[in-house]
């Protein structure tokens, strides 16, 4: 009777280890699966904001001077709305990265802050190399070309050397595509970069925000 109930009890303990290990396996994997939903930028809204950047902020500038022969300046309120539609993707991109990664800190805290200094630094060294060339009597046309692709060009640099410390792939692809675009479109003379700018970013990005809409609900 005695060693029945010994192997009773044996397999009951067996079992509820057993019960123990998988509950304990279920709950690692919901924990997993939390951290990685968490930890996932919601790159269709960063995608679709940058997309209406380009669609329509360098769309309405395009439009405003194609018919310049020959090529003045944007008009004063297209270059306000650009401005207006940028400040809203970098907190659209900033208050998505920063809750997808709350709570992570340190070095990768520490790398996001030297990436958007980065790039703030260089898309202000762009507009103050604008009035130095206008200073020293460039055309402009020049002036507008660098106006139309040179925050471009900034941002591919800084996405490709960024690479290095975040090991992603994607960003240096991303970077490699805006520096190809910046450094070509000028060829479309001062007017079409703009142009050129808005359909080879845009077009793109806003196709990039559904491929990774529906990546993201499959």
């Not at 998988?22 to 809204?45: D, F, H, S, V």
């Not at 070509?184 to 793109?204: E, N, T």
């Amino acid at each position: 009777m005695n060693e029945g109930t010994g192997m009773k009890d044996n397999a009951g303990t067996d079992e509820a280890g057993g019960l123990d290990a998988q509950g304990a396996a279920a709950i690692m994997q919901e924990a997993r699966e939390r951290a990685q939903r968490e930890l996932t930028i919601r790159r269709p809204l960063i995608f679709a904001s940058w997309a209406l950047v380009y669609l329509i902020g360098y769309g309405v500038i395009w439009l405003s001077v194609r018919g310049q022969h020959p090529y003045q300046a944007p008009q004063g309120w297209t270059i306000a709305l650009v401005v207006v539609l940028a400040a809203m993707a970098f907190a659209v991109t900033a208050g998505v990265t920063d809750r997808a990664t709350s709570g992570v800190g340190g070095t990768t805290a520490l790398r996001r802050r030297i990436y958007g200094l980065s790039l703030a630094l260089g898309v202000l060294g762009v507009y103050l190399m604008e009035a130095a060339l206008r200073h020293a009597g460039a055309s402009l046309g020049v002036i507008g070309v660098l106006g139309a692709s040179g925050p471009l060009l900034v941002a591919g640099v800084v996405l490709v050397a960024g690479t290095a410390a975040w090991l992603n792939w994607y960003m240096f692809g991303l970077g490699c595509w805006l520096i190809v675009v910046a450094a070509s479109s000028g060829f479309a003379g001062p007017a079409g970069a703009w142009a050129v700018d808005a359909l080879a970013i845009g077009v793109p990005f806003l196709v990039a925000a559904g491929v990774s809409a529906a990546w993201q609900r499959s």
